[in-house]
């Protein structure tokens, strides 16, 4: 019922920039909240930005002040630009959506996930 596409992730040596993007489309479903997530080699799943429909943002500690988070909510479109890259932000980054039919009945969905490799 929710599409999720990311793109913009790629190779990038350290101290360099990336802008990642994510779409979430539906015809039956309202989307909320939208967020990045990454994981790296043998880690969990880890939060990295969110974005609520209304503008809340949360960040991890390991980013914040080099990482942001925007939203255009006409297209249901998030990005994060991502400065000051170290290697240790080496990882798939996933999108992940919240919809529903109702701010009370919610459910996630997940995209297909983009490399971001910071390397020399």
């Known amino acids: 019922q929710v599409q999720v596409v990311e793109s913009g992730g790629g190779l990038v040596q350290p101290g360099g920039s990336l802008r990642l993007s994510c779409a979430a489309s539906?015809?039956?479903?309202?989307?909320?909240?939208m967020g990045w997530y990454r994981q790296a080699s043998g880690n969990w799943r880890e939060l990295v930005a969110s974005?609520?429909?209304?503008?809340?943002?949360a960040y991890a500690d390991s980013v914040k002040g080099r990482f942001t988070i925007s939203r255009d909510n006409a297209e249901n479109t998030v990005y994060l630009q991502m400065n000051s890259l170290k290697p240790e932000d080496t990882a798939v980054y996933y999108c992940?959506?919240?919809?529903?039919?109702?701010?009370?009945?919610?459910?996630?969905?997940w995209g297909q996930g983009t490399q971001v490799t910071v390397s020399s």
């Open positions: 974005l609520t429909r209304g503008g809340t943002t």
């Open positions: 539906s015809t039956i479903y309202s989307i909320y909240d």
């Open positions: 992940k959506a919240i919809a529903g039919p109702s701010s009370s009945v919610l459910y996630q969905y």
